[in-house]
């Protein structure tokens, strides 16, 4: 089946920077789009940043576009996401999703289980 595991979350200073991977496995990952997701407590989850299969086009949410950058790695079967600049509203779980037609959405078809990133002042 479909599996989707991120890593590299963890506690950072407030400025500072991390960068997630997710390595997928059980699909042919170099014709899924990807995508980035977060969610804070209290809060819906929201779009971060998304990668085409081919790695040609990628978008972002206003929220993060200049200090995130999403790449992929067909290869590898692995999705970044670098989080530069990163401030306390950016503490949430970061979750990974693949797809394979929607690109700025939330209904992609599947996840993985999140890591938390959380960012102090």
């Known amino acids: 089946q479909v599996q989707l595991a991120e890593s590299g979350g963890g506690l950072v200073q407030a400025g500072g920077s991390v960068r997630l991977s997710c390595g997928a496995s059980?699909?042919?990952?170099?014709?899924?789009?990807m995508g980035w997701f977060r969610q804070a407590p209290g809060k819906d989850r929201e779009f971060v940043a998304a990668i085409t299969w081919r790695g040609s086009s990628t978008t972002y949410a206003d929220s993060v576009k200049g200090r995130f950058t999403i790449s992929r790695v067909n290869g590898k079967n692995t999705v970044y996401l670098q989080m530069n600049s990163l401030k306390p509203e950016d503490t949430a779980v970061y979750y990974c999703?693949?797809?394979?037609?929607?690109?700025?959405?939330?209904?992609?078809?599947?996840w993985g289980q999140g890591t938390q990133v959380t960012v102090s002042s």
């Open positions: 059980g699909l042919v990952f170099s014709t899924y789009n």
């Open positions: 999703a693949a797809d394979l037609s929607r690109f700025k959405s939330l209904e992609y078809d599947y």
